[in-house]
């Protein structure tokens, strides 16, 4: 009956085991070990050698823009809004003010250490040695992309090469010459310590800046701005900071004063011309009454004066103010509109006051129009006069509508790198990678590593042999096979307790074969078939059974070795007739069975197997021998297994855990199948007991051996 059945069971999709997955972590935990602690090591060592980034912070207030005095009376006209934080902070990042910033502090001009001075300041930096720091107290480059290289002679003196030229100066001493202008106050670096000097475009350190300058609104609508910059150098930082933070306020107040003052040059302009303007207007009046004897103005009429005044006065003000916002908004804008709507309301309030006047009599019309000119005149020069002196007063104190809350300090502890952030990213980054990397062995990995792996293509497991430590241990220490068999020198191990069981499972599959001889045989070199072929003798003799073990391997048998035998005579002298069984086998008191070894090797092994003695040897040795256990080679690698399992009664096949794959062992079974072999079962061998095995079910081992003395 063949091994490989077919398989009722429905196949189930695949399904990420998170439990097997942890198991592998835990197999290989070595590994995942290593690669967590490597990954920790670069992070510690990026902060070592990682440049502190510290930030200063300052905090300014921007409260609501003063109204120019002219116009501060039409604030309830209009309802005009002040203009977001957004447009501050715009303001603040603008070249004008970080180019004000930059001019002031020279930041074009670099001094940067060069790569083996950073690698010496990181170091000192651990053992507090010197900084390796150049005090400058002024340094000036007359061209911008000027590349200077600058050397610390010792504590007080230093060189400076540029292109052509070398200069060479002393701490506390001005330096001069070829475009560069310097003074070092302290030089606090090792000597042959180099800086690279450089000026970049002034262009190019406003974006500098602009990178690391931040700003953010406290709260909203609070008008409170948070500045922020980051930089390497604490007391620089904070200096830019300030810096920026001084010309904002500058400018606010500037601004301020000059709106001022542009009103101021425009009332001067037109105070004469008013004040002409209302004399004639006067002169008009005092004129036209003489000529008609001081005609008086009824109740109504004066009521009439009143209400016309005050409407000229409110449109005199609307074309005061559409003078100022027509040079921020278009006529669409809202605050634009909602002007012109006014206008054309006091327009429409004129007319209607005109129509009332027009129905008068004429006398009363023209002093009712005298009378108003003169009072529309007197009032605009009289508002004229108080918004002077009001102007006079706004640009005597003017302050703007910015002031600095805050003046600008820098955080004592750096805000970057971040210590605990990094070795938390180091071990997680090593744990992700160390990981990844045994799931992607595993999921390589395409050695048989269960006996469900086989079950599933129908294959019978008769046994599962552990890897004997002991086997293992003894072969690293004296670096050659261990000679003798496992039931000797361990007879408690658990691979010996699996082949006892093995041997119950042998009787019981060779009840109903036609003779008693027993091949075992492997897909693949290395499966362990001598081992497990040699101790099941021995093993089987233990029960008083008469065995003969016989290695048919007739290339690289090496059975002889194991035994402390000689090489001929073997099998292949037997096949070759020059010996027979008497002469071949050799009793092996210790071990209670015989066994035959290969022979010479031959230069015709499967030629050998073929002739009809080895048919005659086994009929002979069956009349002799309870059982007759043949080694054979690999099925894959020769066909001298499908020759020999023949006159096999029962055939065995040894699978190496991890090595053999389950095509290996399917493509071994329908090759002797193909021969007419079959296969009764397979002995899983090798098995690594992992630490995975005790999270999945199934897969547990019982350790029941002999206790130590």
Not at 62 to 74: H, R
Not at 550 to 558: E, P, S, T, V, W
Not at 657 to 685: A, F, H, P, W
Request: charged share 20%.
């Amino acid at each position: 009956m063949s091994l490989i059945t077919p398989s009722s069971a429905v196949t189930e999709p695949e399904t990420i085991d998170l439990l097997s997955l942890f198991a592998e972590l835990v197999r290989y935990w070595k590994l995942f070990l290593s690669g967590t602690i490597l990954f920790l090591g670069f992070a510690v060592l990026y902060l070592l050698f990682s440049t502190p980034i510290y930030r200063a912070d300052a905090l300014i207030q921007v409260e609501q823009k003063q109204e120019n005095a002219l116009f501060s009376g039409l604030k309830e006209v209009l309802n005009d809004h002040q203009p977001s934080p957004a447009s501050e902070i715009a303001l603040l990042k603008s070249r004008m003010i970080l180019g004000k910033a930059v001019d002031d502090l020279n930041l074009q001009n670099r001094v940067v250490p060069d790569w083996f001075t950073k690698m010496r300041i990181t170091l000192s930096r651990l053992t507090g040695s010197a900084s390796g720091v150049i005090d400058f107290s002024y340094l000036s480059l007359s061209k911008d992309n000027m590349h200077l290289i600058l050397t610390v002679l010792d504590n007080t003196h230093y060189q400076i090469a540029g292109d052509g030229f070398i200069l060479e100066g002393s701490a506390g001493k001005p330096l001069e010459g070829h475009g560069v202008s310097l003074l070092i106050r302290q030089i606090d670096a090792w000597k042959g310590s180099r800086f690279v000097i450089s000026r970049v475009t002034h262009l190019a350190a406003i974006a500098a800046l602009q990178q690391h300058f931040s700003i953010t609104e406290t709260g909203k609508n609070t008008g409170m701005l948070s500045l922020s910059l980051t930089g390497e150098n604490p007391s620089q930082i904070s200096g830019v900071l300030d810096s920026i933070s001084h010309y904002y306020l500058k400018q606010n107040v500037e601004r301020q004063s000059a709106r001022d003052e542009n009103s101021l040059l425009f009332l001067k302009r037109q105070l004469p011309v008013l004040r002409a303007e209302l004399d004639e207007a006067e002169d008009r009046l005092s004129a036209y009454r003489q000529q008609n004897n001081s005609v008086d103005l009824s109740l109504e009429t004066k009521s009439i004066l009143e209400q016309i005044v005050d409407v000229d006065k409110q449109l005199n003000e609307l074309t005061f103010r559409e003078a100022e916002i027509s040079r921020l908004y278009h006529k669409e804008h809202p605050v634009y509109r909602a002007l012109l709507e006014k206008q054309n309301a006091l327009q429409q309030e004129k007319s209607r006051l005109n129509g009332r006047i027009s129905v008068m009599p004429v006398t009363q019309q023209t002093v009712l129009g005298l009378s108003r000119k003169v009072e529309s005149e007197r009032l605009v020069y009289q508002q004229l006069l108080n918004r002077q002196q009001e102007l006079n007063i706004s640009r005597a104190g003017a302050i703007g509508n910015v002031r600095i809350i805050d003046e600008a300090v820098t955080q004592a502890v750096p805000v970057s790198p971040k210590k605990l952030l990094i070795v938390i990213i180091g071990a997680m980054t090593g744990m992700i990678f160390s990981g990844g990397l045994i799931l992607m062995f595993v999921a390589f990995r395409r050695g048989i590593e269960s006996t469900e792996a086989l079950e599933r293509e129908g294959i019978n497991v008769c046994a599962s042999v552990p890897l004997s430590l002991t086997m293992v241990t003894h072969s690293r220490k004296n670096k050659a096979p261990v000679e003798g068999l496992l039931t000797t020198l361990m007879p408690a191990d658990l691979a010996v307790e699996a082949i006892r069981s093995l041997r119950t499972n042998i009787y019981f599959a060779m009840m109903d074969a036609h003779n008693h001889v027993l091949m075992i045989s492997g897909a693949s070199p290395g499966a362990g078939k001598t081992f497990i072929s040699s101790n099941l003798s021995h093993i089987v003799a233990l029960t008083e059974k008469k065995v003969l073990f016989i290695d048919a391997d007739l290339r690289k048998g090496y059975a002889h070795r194991l035994f402390g035998g000689t090489e001929s005579p073997g099998l292949s002298d037997i096949l070759a007739g020059r010996a027979c069984l008497a002469q071949a086998r050799v009793s092996l008191p210790e071990y209670g069975f015989d066994y035959i070894g290969r022979g010479p090797v031959p230069s015709n092994p499967t030629e050998l197997l073929l002739h009809p003695r080895l048919a005659a040897l086994l009929t002979e040795a069956s009349s002799q021998y309870d059982l007759i256990i043949v080694d054979t080679p690999p099925v894959l690698a020769v066909t001298d297994a499908a020759i020999i399992g023949r006159y096999a009664g029962t055939v065995m096949m040894v699978v190496r855990y991890g090595v053999d794959t389950v095509q290996d062992i399917t493509g071994s079974l329908k090759r002797l199948e193909q021969s007419g072999v079959m296969v009764k079962g397979c002995i899983l061998n090798a098995v690594k007991r992992r630490a995975g095995d005790y999270y999945r079910y199934g897969h547990g081992q019982y350790d029941y051996s002999h206790l130590k003395d």
